[in-house]
C-alpha cells in the first residue's frame, strides 16, 4: 500500500478512536487521559495493533500538543495573579515541592537510575494535574468553596515553577552538567523574569500587537507567535514548552479570551495525540515489572498530596473539612508529568514505564480521592470516637459561608 495512503488510514483510524474514547469518558465521568494511554499502549510496539507509516506524523503532532497544552496554560493566568500567588502561596508552594519531589527522587535514586533519573522522577511525582483537578472541581459544584483559591494557588506555583524545572533537566538530559546547566537555569530565571516584567508593564501593548477581530488572522497570528518562540526557546535550551507557557502569559483581556476559545479544540486534538504517541513509545510489556514500585509511590504521593493541601488550607485560615477536600483534590497527577516522562525516556527509558503506570493510577484515583477523602476521614474519625455509626448524606458545601472565589481565568 503507498505510504500516504497508509498514513491517511492509520490517522483516520488514530483520530476516530480518540474521539469515541472520549466520548466514552465523559459518559462514565472519566479523564480520558488513562484510556489515551492505554490506546498508545495497544498501538505501539509490542501492542495489538502496531503502527509504522503515521509514527513520524504523531512524533510532530505529540511536539505541538505540548507546546499547545502549556500556551493555554499560560493564557488561563495573567502575569499579575501569578506574582501575587508567588507572594502568598510561595510557603505552601515550597512544603508541596519537598513532601511530593522527594518520594519521586527516593524512588529514582533505589532504583539506580542516578541523579538525573531522580531529578525527572521527583518532576514526575511533583506536579499535580490542573487540568483533571479543574474539572473534578467543576463537575464536584465546589468552584465556590472556600478552599477552591487554595488548590488554584498550588496549581499555580508548581505551573510557573515548570519554567525553572523543564530547563533544568533539559540541561541534564543533554549532560550539560553542573556549569551549563546553571547557565542554562539563570537563561529561563531571566528569561521568566522579563516576561513577567513586560507582561505587567506593557502586556496591552502586547496584546493589541497581537489582536485581530478576524478569527482566522488572530489563530494564525497566535499560533505562528507561540511556535516561532517556542522553537527559539528550544534553541536556547530553555525548553519549548516554557517558551509557549510565556506567550500565554504575555497575552491578556480579549485577545487572551479569544486566542483560548480559538485554540482549545486544536490543544484538544494534539493534547491527545501527544498521550497517545507517549504510550506508542512504551512497550506494554515492560510495564507489569513495574506495576507494584508505581502502586506504592502512588500511595505514598497519594499522602503526601494531601498533606500538602492540609497545610495550604491551614495557612489560610480554612476548617479540618476544607483542608481534606483541598488535598483530596490535589492528588491527580497527569499532563505535566508525563511531558517530564517524554523529555527524559530518551536517556532513561525505565521511566517510561514507570511514569505511564504510575499516572494511569492516579487519574483514575484522583477524582476519587477528591470525592472521598473527607467524608472517609470523617466516618473513621466517628467510628473511633462513638463505634460504627452511620453519617449523613455527605454534600459539597462548606462549614462557613464560600468567600468570593478568585477566578483562575483573567479578567477581560
Not at 492516579?362 to 466516618?379: C, D, F, H, M, Y
Request: glycine letters at 12%.
Amino acid at each position: 500500500m503507498h505510504n500516504t495512503t497508509s498514513l491517511l488510514i492509520e490517522l483516520g483510524a488514530i483520530i476516530l478512536t480518540l474521539g469515541l474514547i472520549g466520548r466514552f469518558a465523559g459518559r462514565i465521568g472519566l479523564s480520558p487521559v488513562p484510556l489515551y494511554l492505554l490506546s498508545g499502549l495497544a498501538f505501539g510496539t509490542g501492542g495489538l495493533l502496531p503502527l509504522s507509516a503515521s509514527e513520524d506524523f504523531i512524533a510532530a503532532g505529540a511536539e505541538i500538543g505540548v507546546i499547545l497544552l502549556l500556551l493555554l496554560l499560560g493564557l488561563e493566568y495573567s502575569a499579575s495573579e501569578l506574582v501575587t500567588s508567588l507572594r502568598t502561596q510561595y510557603p505552601s508552594g515550597l512544603v508541596d515541592f519537598v513532601l511530593n519531589a522527594l518520594p519521586g527522587a527516593g524512588a529514582a535514586l533505589l532504583l539506580g537510575w542516578g541523579p538525573v533519573g531522580a531529578v525527572a522522577l521527583a518532576g514526575v511525582t511533583w506536579i499535580s494535574s490542573s487540568g483533571v483537578i479543574a474539572k473534578v472541581l467543576t463537575d464536584l459544584g465546589r468552584l465556590g468553596n472556600r478552599e477552591t483559591p487554595v488548590i488554584l494557588g498550588v496549581l499555580v506555583i508548581e505551573d510557573l515553577s515548570m519554567a525553572v524545572y523543564l530547563p533544568l533537566l533539559t540541561a541534564l538530559l543533554a549532560g550539560l552538567g553542573l556549569a551549563g546547566g546553571s547557565i542554562t537555569l539563570l537563561i529561563a530565571v531571566g528569561t521568566v523574569s522579563v516576561v513577567l516584567y513586560l507582561a505587567i508593564r506593557h502586556g496591552r501593548v502586547i496584546s493589541r500587537a497581537v489582536s485581530s477581530d478576524n478569527p482566522e488572522l488572530l489563530l494564525l497570528v497566535v499560533l505562528g507567535l507561540t511556535l516561532l518562540v517556542a522553537g527559539l526557546a528550544q534553541e536556547l535550551q530553555v525548553s519549548a514548552a516554557v517558551g509557549a507557557f510565556l506567550v500565554g502569559i504575555a497575552l491578556s483581556g480579549e485577545v487572551a479570551e479569544g486566542a483560548r476559545r480559538l485554540l482549545s479544540p486544536l490543544r484538544d486534538l494534539f493534547a491527545a495525540v501527544f498521550f497517545v504517541f507517549f504510550g506508542l513509545s512504551t512497550d506494554p510489556t515492560a510495564i507489569p515489572p513495574v506495576l507494584l514500585p508505581a502502586l506504592l509511590l502512588a500511595l505514598a504521593t497519594t499522602v503526601t498530596k494531601i498533606a500538602t493541601g492540609w497545610y495550604a488550607a491551614r495557612r489560610a485560615g480554612i476548617g479540618s473539612r476544607g483542608r481534606l477536600r483541598a488535598g483530596g483534590a490535589l492528588v491527580a497527577r497527569g499532563e505535566f508529568s508525563i511531558v517530564i516522562a517524554g523529555l527524559a525516556v530518551a536517556v532513561e527509558p525505565r521511566i517510561g514505564p514507570l511514569a505511564t503506570a504510575y499516572v494511569l493510577i492516579l487519574v483514575i484515583l484522583g477524582p476519587l480521592a477528591a470525592r472521598w477523602t473527607e467524608p472517609t476521614v470523617r466516618r473513621v474519625q466517628s467510628w473511633l470516637r462513638h463505634g460504627p455509626s452511620p453519617l449523613p448524606p455527605h454534600g459539597t458545601a462548606c462549614e462557613a459561608a464560600p468567600d468570593e472565589v478568585a477566578s483562575s481565568r483573567r479578567s477581560g
